[in-house]
């Protein structure tokens, strides 16, 4: 025998309308039981993201649920107010049980249909849950290592300072990682999780390189105390052939040779004198940058370099009377060999050029070089010849010479 009472003949109208209007509310029923669960689940989720991330993947899906969520207040609340309107536990007239039983049909499709939202929300947004929590799990790992980075190359920097080494650049570097870190500490519920994983590459790359730094001060600290002192020694030794000078060799020149070929060494004592100053300058400058108050070794470096690059235009002026004269002794005692060299490199040039394809430009200037060989001869036919105009022609035209054979090569080259 069934539980459900049947219609009575009299009145089967309003029995049958108000067993209408309590089937369709516990069909609602059911489905505010289905969405409350299934809002709670998302509201777990989403209060899982909050404080993890605030990022643009948390950002977008809080919008996404906004409307979502809206939509299952509003379709709660109004299934809640049908209760109060429609008490079908009593014996309800034949409108009132009508109308409740369309209005409970009407709500419980109004929460099927939310929670249909519902899932294709969590269907949509299932790959960025999963994201964020998988960045969480690197986030993890990446923080343990960016707070050990940080961690070792704060010893390292303290200990440096302790044992008297100023560490400026590697403390820089640890002060913005310790900026990186904090970034991190307060996590990506704060900065987003993007953010916040990129600050852990940052902090550990800025505080490696920390470590790096400081680890290559007391070589560098060697390095220079090295060179300034090679550099002094080097000094004191140009000075002092700077002092005894190179008069006999001007004396030679003047009295072997025409003017031409001595008289851009005639300011040479000015131009050392010079020369040496500056090098004593910036090599003072290089002491004090490297001095234990200071120990500012890349300026140090930049000192020694220009010093080095001064030194060596001194050495070049002190030596370049003897160079010179001994130059000119060469080429004057046997002009013949100089231009046999020179005449030699143009043949070469000339053998290549026939052998095969060839520019026109580079038959224009192999004859352009002949005819200065003939000029350069013609140079010796003077009473006193230029032989350093006479040297610098020749060897000019070897030079030459030998960037045409490259050219031509260059050219046949496949």
């Not at 993201?49 to 605030?54: G, M, P, Q």
């Not at 419980?108 to 269907?123: G, H, N, P, T």
């Not at 100023?166 to 870190?181: K, P, S, V």
């Not at 001060?217 to 220079?224: A, D, I, S």
Request: include cysteine; charge should be negative.
């Amino acid at each position: 025998m069934s539980d459900v009472p049947q219609p009575r003949w009299w009145r089967r109208r309003r029995d049958l309308a108000l067993a209408a209007a309590r089937e369709a509310q516990a069909r609602a029923a059911i489905a505010l039981l289905e969405l409350d669960t299934a809002q709670r689940s998302a509201f777990s989720h989403l209060d899982f993201l909050a404080n993890v991330d605030a990022g643009a993947i948390a950002r977008r899906i809080r919008l996404a649920w906004a409307p979502v969520s809206a939509a299952a207040d509003a379709a709660i609340h109004a299934y809640l107010e049908a209760l109060d309107r429609w008490d079908v536990t009593t014996d309800l007239e034949l409108e009132e049980a009508s109308a409740a039983a369309a209005g409970f049909e009407g709500h419980a499709s109004a929460m099927s249909a939310v929670l249909a939202d519902i899932s294709a929300f969590s269907e949509r947004f299932t790959s960025d849950f999963v994201s964020v929590t998988r960045s969480l799990d690197q986030l993890r790992a990446r923080r343990s290592a960016a707070e050990e980075a940080v961690a070792q190359a704060g010893t390292a920097v303290a200990e440096a300072e302790a044992g008297g080494l100023i560490a400026r650049r590697a403390r820089g570097l640890l002060d913005a990682a310790l900026e990186h870190l904090r970034v991190v500490q307060e996590g990506p519920v704060v900065h987003g999780m993007d953010t916040v994983l990129q600050a852990c590459g940052d902090a550990v790359a800025a505080a490696h390189e920390a470590a790096h730094d400081v680890e290559k001060l007391p070589e560098l600290r060697r390095q220079v105390q090295t060179s300034a002192a090679s550099l002094r020694t080097r000094l004191a030794a140009v000075q002092w052939r700077a002092e005894r000078g190179s008069e006999q060799e001007m004396r030679a020149l003047r009295r072997g040779y025409v003017e031409g070929c001595w008289r851009d060494l005639e300011e040479g004592t000015k131009r050392v004198r010079d020369a040496l100053a500056d090098a004593q300058r910036d090599l003072d400058s290089a002491l004090l940058a490297a001095s234990d108050a200071q120990q500012r070794w890349e300026e140090a470096r930049s000192r020694l370099a220009r010093a080095r690059e001064a030194l060596t235009a001194a050495e070049a002026v002190v030596d370049a009377p003897r160079n010179r004269l001994a130059l000119l002794d060469r080429v004057s005692a046997d002009p013949a060999a100089v231009h046999a060299r020179a005449r030699f490199a143009v043949r070469d040039a000339q053998k290549l050029l026939m052998s095969g394809p060839f520019y026109g430009r580079h038959a224009r200037a192999l004859d352009a070089l002949a005819e200065r060989l003939d000029g350069a001869q013609r140079l010796l036919e003077r009473a006193h010849p230029d032989w350093l105009a006479y040297a610098q022609n020749l060897d000019a035209i070897v030079d030459e010479a030998r960037g045409l054979v490259v050219d031509i090569r260059a050219f046949r080259a496949p």
